[in-house]
């Protein structure tokens, strides 16, 4: 077998060598994350799993959903890692990443301007660019939003939307809906953890968007 950094050699050489390599370079450093050598030392974990978060990143929607799929129910995934999966992830799996973020504390900052996130979910025929601005996200995240009600519910959330206007924007902005799948929509929005949206929202961030303007407040 061999050793840690001859292995870390023969990783880093697979994704220097192009986008094409990336799925094999992804099975390759999950399979050996998710069967750790008993040999390596636990040190060297935390170098094979950053790479792998920059190689799922460069991912398609596919070979992320397929790659999440092996990650599920794994408590020694880092939650960094687990974040990347879960616009991909299945809806346990989201629900699993929330709580790990709720479970790390407390998280503040950032909120959305309610009034103009309104605003626009009223007189936009799209509602993600406007969405993606007003909260702080990749452009990919808020259009992953308007199509899945799990992640709209996370985005919304983490960013500080309320309760009403989330009710609204999901009337206003989202497809025809029956009174019963809004009120599930509303159900959902309710059980997203408030600090693991947050912590998830901050990731986003981090990795392409930006810290929505301070709402000003009334005099």
């Keep these: 077998m061999p050793t840690p950094k001859e292995r870390l050699t023969h990783l880093l050489e697979l994704a220097a060598s192009g986008a094409g390599e990336h799925g094999a370079l992804a099975v390759e450093l999950a399979d050996l994350l998710l069967d750790w050598p008993a040999q ?3 040190a060297m974990r935390a170098t094979f799993e950053a ?34 999966f879960f616009l991909d992830a299945a809806p346990a799996m989201k629900d699993t990443i929330l709580a790990r973020g709720e479970a790390a504390g407390p998280v503040a900052g950032g909120d959305v301007d309610c009034a103009a996130l309104l605003t626009a979910s009223r007189t936009s025929k799209d509602l993600a660019p406007s969405l993606a601005q007003l909260t702080g996200v990749p452009d990919g995240v808020a259009a992953a939003a308007m199509a899945d009600a799990h992640t709209l519910c996370t985005l919304t959330k983490g960013a500080g939307v309320n309760r009403a206007t989330f009710s609204a924007i999901a009337i206003l902005a989202g497809p025809a809906r029956s009174v019963e799948e809004n009120f599930a929509m509303l159900t959902l929005f309710d059980h997203v953890p408030e600090n693991g949206a947050r912590r998830l929202v901050q990731f986003w961030r981090a990795r392409g968007g930006c810290v929505p303007a301070p709402v000003e407040q009334a005099a």
């Design 40 to 42: 390596y030392p636990a």
């Design 51 to 84: 790479l792998l978060e920059k190689v799922v990143r460069e991912m398609d929607a596919d070979g992320r959903a397929a790659l999440a799929a092996r990650f599920e129910g794994r408590n020694d995934a880092p939650l960094a890692l687990l974040n990347e």
